[in-house]
């Protein structure tokens, strides 16, 4: 009995290794091949066979894996198409890129607490809006406004469905209808923060929509668990601390590096 259990625990182990060095290969080969081709489709592709699983089931289930996937997805991808907007020049942008997706598939993505799915969501719509800026920001404002409804859609739905309350899909539907409307805003006026030696480029909206989700789910979370009722004095702070920095950020950091 003693060996088996110490049978099952080397295999326990050796499941974990090889679990971690393939998400660092994921991780490291989709941003390189990305960079050395000049194209996000093979990266974007690995990312996509990397969730094999989604589709390991009957067919009537994939709608259902999809959408709980859909913030993996989200991020994966995004790296991928951060990564090919950065250029054919390796810059530390992609090494930062490699090091941020590892870190997501192996030590954010597999937590299942509460906490971990705000994170999660909060980590999505940063990376998210980031290649949803660059790869639209010359496009029609449809496109932009899509992809953050789509954004808003995946965040809002990660976080909801955690919980208790099972009447959440007004809460969705508004979460991606409010992420929606902030792309299209400011999609006539793109500022973006670019640290041109390192290659990292930051809209605006990133930040300003990372900062608003917070505090959606944060108030949300804070209505649902007093039955409905608003308290401020859980909300009140949070709240004003979110309005004035994002007002500060508009009104004395939108001077930046270049304008889109």
């Known amino acids: 009995m003693a060996d088996f259990a110490a049978l099952r625990r080397s295999r326990n182990i050796f499941s974990s290794i090889l679990h971690v060095v393939l998400n660092i290969a994921l991780a490291v080969i989709s941003i390189l091949i990305t960079w050395s081709t000049g194209s996000p489709l093979i990266g974007i592709i690995l990312v996509v066979l990397s969730k094999w699983r989604m589709f390991a089931v009957r067919p009537r289930y994939w709608g259902v894996n999809l959408k709980a996937n859909f913030v993996d997805l989200i991020v994966g991808n995004s790296i991928i198409l951060i990564a090919y907007c950065s250029g054919r020049v390796f810059l530390p942008i992609h090494v930062i890129l490699m090091v941020l997706y590892a870190i997501w598939l192996i030590v954010i993505k597999p937590r299942s607490t509460e906490a971990a799915a705000n994170l999660q969501s909060l980590i999505a719509i940063f990376f998210g809006t980031i290649s949803t800026t660059l790869m639209t920001a010359s496009a029609n404002s449809i496109f932009m406004a899509a992809g953050g409804f789509l954004l808003g859609w995946a965040a809002a739905r990660h976080i909801l469905v955690q919980g208790d309350d099972k009447d959440y899909n007004i809460i969705i539907l508004a979460g991606a209808i409010i992420s929606a409307e902030i792309h299209w805003l400011c999609h006539s006026w793109l500022i973006v923060y670019s640290f041109n030696e390192a290659g990292i480029i930051i809209p605006q909206l990133t930040i300003i929509l990372t ?50």
Not at 233 to 254: D, K
């Open 211 to 260: 900062i608003v989700a917070f505090i959606f789910g944060y108030a949300y979370k804070s209505i649902a668990k007093n039955g409905g009722k608003v308290k401020w004095s859980e909300i009140g702070m949070p709240t004003a601390f979110a309005i004035i920095t994002i007002t500060v950020i508009v009104l004395f950091f939108s001077q930046p590096i270049f304008n889109v």
